[in-house]
């Protein structure tokens, strides 16, 4: 069984992609190959080379108005590429590159409080603004629109009377921290991605 090349994009601290690298460690199912951050300075940035990890600053013309960086995945054998925390639209080309190879992280239950403008504080905030009593990660398969592709996997966990958008960020990343690397090994087993790659060879 060949492992499967996993790519990260990521545009903040990169907890989430901290998580992927841990569990995929042994390199047995996949490796992270590859990250890609949209900002200098991302703490993602630290973590690809902390753990020797080739990362790359994506050029933000390149990305919408070029290859989209299809060319460069291609050219490093990347078989599945993963958004962790990644504030850019996926353009067009990339997206019909990974057909089913392509998934995002949404820190709440879609499909409330997903599309433009909806990340990080901003997310927690309208949740507690609509006076909800629950909410939770989305996994989601990426497709042309923010937010919107096929939903993979969720979970949820209570909002209180005394959250905060911070608090409840904490407890949000604590379900991503537990389930997104084991949702993307499910995917690259159950869906056969891993042998279907090794059987390329
Ligand atoms: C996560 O909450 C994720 O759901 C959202 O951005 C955050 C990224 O956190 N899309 P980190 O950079 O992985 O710590």
Known sequence: MT????????SGA???AQKI??????????????I???????????????????????????FFRGDGYVEELKKRDIGFIVLAGFLW????????????RMVNIHPALLPKYGGKGMYGAHVHEA?????EKESGISIHYVDELYDHGEIIFQARC???????ASSLAEKIHQLEHAHFPKVIESLLTDQNIVKRSAGKA
């Not at 492992?3 to 990521?10: D, E, G, L, S, V």
């Not at 042994?26 to 992270?32: K, L, M, Q």
């Not at 639209?89 to 990339?94: G, Q, R, S, W």
């Not at 209570?158 to 905060?164: C, R």
């Open 3 to 10: 492992a499967i090349r996993i790519a990260i994009f990521a």
């Open 14 to 16: 990169g907890s989430n």
């Open 21 to 34: 690298i841990d569990h995929f460690r042994s390199g047995e199912i996949a490796t992270v190959a590859l």
């Open 36 to 62: 890609l951050a949209s900002k200098a300075g991302a703490g993602i940035l630290d973590i690809a080379s902390k753990e020797n990890i080739p990362a790359l600053i994506l050029e933000k013309d390149r």
């Open 89 to 100: 639209k996926i353009p067009v080309n990339l997206i019909r590159a990974y057909p089913g």
């Open 127 to 131: 949740v507690i603004a609509a006076g």
């Open 158 to 164: 209570a909002v209180t009377e005394s959250d905060t």
